[in-house]
């Protein structure tokens, strides 16, 4: 069986220019930015080292020798995210076949691919939905970021003994979805698989293959309250925020085909948030945020959405409500919001 550096035989480093100095120069003070975004994302130190040979040098890792090492991690080292995020072309044309290269990579964990369309979401969603600023304990940042630690911006009272990093990818997340997500309609993939990186079944042959989820969690009707949590968040939008990666089109495609046919929540709490994020989108004023906004962009593309294609029952039930008025909705754009009426939203809790 050929070894991983077999695998990347040919493997263009070109674009690598190391022996430019200034080129060199450049690249390492972006790694101090780049070093931010993999201690947000959980990469430890020994993680953090293998990335930056790849960013600075064209470096891949030796995934064979490191198949055991961190595997039921949820960060591991190069997934595919950082792999097409970090390589210094943006040309599209360069990174497809790469993408497709790193996929069928045998001697890759699979997680090593998932653990890269994590990463976007996390970047592409839940942090924007939280504004895109992380808080670490200044003692930590020390000791794991010691050359931007101190310029890192303060933050705010009661923690003092904090500092804040903006999560962003230089507005890139529809760019990386694109590339990382090549038909919205897949929800698996067949990924060649050894006896070191397999995970359910060992294969029958030195080289087989194996399917298996694009996401460890697919996308509900709940996914909609972490974006409406976006349109709460104060002006201005940061890099992070701004990016929100459900104001794109492939995207908002993607969440539609992987919701398309779920029912409402049965859970009442659950129903509740699904109906407090669709009066969000339905009732956001869109000439208060102005026409360039990226939360008017998201804004008009799911209300065209939730209102033009078809949806399960219960669903387009909520969403008829959510546009009718019918709906009473307490502190709609606070932390405390909570359907009033009619009682079929409204989450009953107990009190005493």
Known sequence: MEGSMDYWDGFDTSHWKTSDKAWMAE????????????YVLDKNKKARSIIKQYFLKGQLPEWKKLHDWSQS?????????????????????????????????????????????????QIGLSEPASGSLRMFRMADLEKELPAVAA?????????????RIEVHTEGQTERLFNLMWPDVKLQTVRLPVTINTYYSRAPRYTLDYEDFPMMQHGFTLDTLWTMSQWLVRPEPLNRGSSDMIFQYERPMDLWYHHCAQSDVPQNAAWRELVMLAVYRIFHFDVDQEGPDSPRTRFVHRARALLTQREFSASF????????????????????EAKVLAPALYTNTRCTG
């Open 27 to 38: 690249r390492k003070q972006q790694w101090l930015e780049v070093e931010k975004l993999l």
């Open 73 to 121: 991690s949820t960060t591991r080292h190069l997934d595919l995210l950082l792999f097409l995020y970090l390589h210094p072309s943006r040309d599209d044309a360069v990174l497809r076949p790469l993408r497709d290269q790193f996929m069928n990579n045998p001697h890759a964990r699979w997680n090593d691919r998932l653990i890269g369309f994590n990463g976007l979401w």
């Open 151 to 163: 310029s890192l911006p303060p933050a705010p009272e009661p923690f003092a003994d904090c500092r």
């Open 316 to 335: 387009q039930a909520l969403i008829a409500a959510a546009r009718s008025g019918e709906v009473v909705v307490s502190d709609a754009w606070g932390q």
